[in-house]
């Protein structure tokens, strides 16, 4: 294979290898990535509108959102802002990031949990230097059902352990958090017991203590195989229907437009309406050739 190859000198993205050729990212996911990458910082341009401009049709892009998000390269936030309205907050990273890692590269002053690196390998990037876009989105009501599941869950929390009260406003900024919570497969149980199990005598900060609890506990999010395994899947013989016609054994067939037959069923019924009309026109034509020899000799 020979390659041709001229450096551009503007216009151009740096884009890690690990998402070009990433064995789980979809070409549309892929696309997205990299368009969004490559908007500059000024841009405040959500998801949706990347994907029309890029000519990704809505099923793909739901798919492609889903990838990312399990991948890492993208994570939300749902915040009620003003006026009873809601704002989804979009990340966008050129690295997978961990929920703490991405909290962290949204809010700068928080310091996040950085793993040391293995003697001989590469230092990480601090989480200020990555590349991300961040949307927002207001809407008359909360965006997704899960925010509405994971404020309920923090509610229900609050209501069952008095050292956990938090206020609605606390329970209005953590949902977000909870949601995720939800949205990486873990159960309401999995999620109170992780923010009741082994509490202090004393808590001087409910909210800042539950904060601290959905981001160090988040489950690790499950990967695209993962999620494609979950995803039920209809059994091939489910859209086929057993032929009516006359077989030894029960043959199934796909109807395409609610045939009762199978293609050699219907084939052998056209062959024998053909050879039917063919023997009914024989006989009609005999007919009237009697008919009319019959004419003839009463005419003598």
Same mark, same amino acid.
């Given at each position: 294979?020979?390659?041709?190859?001229?450096?551009?000198?503007?216009?151009? *993205?740096?884009?890690?290898?690990?998402?070009? %050729? @990433?064995?789980?990212?979809?070409?549309?996911?892929?696309?997205?990535?990299?368009?969004?990458?490559?908007?500059?910082?000024?841009?405040?341009?959500?998801?949706?509108?990347?994907?029309?401009?890029?000519?990704?049709?809505?099923?793909?892009?739901?798919?492609?959102?889903?990838?990312?998000?399990? !991948?890492?390269?993208?994570?939300?936030?749902?915040?009620?802002? #003003?006026?009873?309205?809601?704002? *989804?907050?979009?990340?966008?990273?050129?690295?997978?990031? *961990?929920?703490?890692?991405?909290?962290?590269?949204?809010?700068?002053?928080?310091?996040?949990?950085?793993? /040391?690196?293995?003697?001989? /390998?590469?230092?990480?990037?601090?989480?200020?230097?990555?590349?991300?876009?961040?949307?927002?989105?207001?809407?008359?009501?909360?965006?997704?059902?899960?925010?509405?599941?994971?404020?309920?869950?923090?509610?229900?929390?609050?209501?069952?352990?008095?050292?956990? %009260? &938090? +206020?609605?406003?606390?329970?209005?900024?953590?949902?977000?958090?909870? +949601?995720?919570? &939800?949205?990486?497969?873990?159960?309401?149980?999995?999620?109170? #017991?992780?923010?009741?199990?082994?509490?202090?005598?004393?808590?001087?900060?409910?909210?800042? &203590?539950?904060?601290?609890?959905?981001?160090?506990?988040?489950?690790? =999010?499950?990967?695209? +195989?993962?999620?494609?395994?979950? !995803?039920?899947?209809?059994?091939?013989?489910?859209?086929?229907?057993?032929?009516?016609?006359? @077989?030894?054994? =029960?043959?199934?067939?796909?109807?395409?437009?609610?045939?009762?037959?199978?293609?050699?069923?219907?084939? !052998?019924?056209?062959?024998?309406?053909?050879?039917?009309?063919?023997?009914?026109?024989?006989?009609?034509?005999?007919?009237?050739?009697?008919?009319?020899?019959?004419?003839?000799?009463?005419?003598?």
């Amino acid at each position: 294979m020979l390659r041709h190859v001229i450096a551009p000198t503007r216009f151009f *993205t740096q884009v890690p290898n690990e998402i070009i %050729r @990433h064995p789980r990212l979809s070409a549309a996911a892929v696309r997205l990535l990299i368009w969004q990458l490559s908007l500059p910082d000024s841009a405040d341009e959500p998801l949706g509108k990347t994907a029309e401009r890029a000519d990704i049709k809505k099923t793909a892009f739901t798919r492609a959102k889903r990838e990312l998000v399990a !991948e890492g390269y993208l994570h939300e936030w749902s915040e009620q802002v #003003e006026k009873g309205q809601w704002a *989804t907050i979009q990340l966008i990273s050129n690295v997978p990031l *961990t929920a703490e890692q991405a909290t962290a590269a949204r809010n700068p002053t928080s310091s996040p949990t950085v793993d /040391e690196p293995t003697v001989g /390998e590469p230092t990480p990037p601090s989480v200020g230097r990555y590349q991300k876009k961040t949307t927002g989105a207001n809407t008359s009501h909360p965006p997704h059902p899960l925010a509405e599941r994971g404020a309920q869950a923090l509610v229900a929390v609050s209501r069952g352990d008095r050292k956990l %009260r &938090l +206020a609605p406003r606390d329970i209005s900024q953590l949902a977000p958090l909870a +949601a995720e919570w &939800l949205l990486r497969g873990a159960s309401l149980g999995e999620l109170r #017991e992780a923010l009741t199990s082994g509490l202090p005598d004393r808590i001087n900060s409910p909210a800042g &203590l539950t904060r601290d609890r959905l981001v160090r506990k988040m489950p690790e =999010p499950p990967s695209f +195989a993962d999620q494609r395994a979950a !995803e039920p899947t209809a059994p091939r013989v489910a859209s086929m229907r057993e032929c009516r016609g006359d @077989h030894i054994h =029960p043959k199934l067939f796909r109807p395409v437009d609610g045939e009762t037959l199978c293609r050699a069923c219907r084939q !052998e019924q056209a062959e024998d309406a053909q050879d039917a009309a063919s023997g009914a026109i024989g006989a009609a034509l005999r007919g009237g050739s009697l008919v009319r020899a019959a004419l003839r000799g009463g005419q003598r």
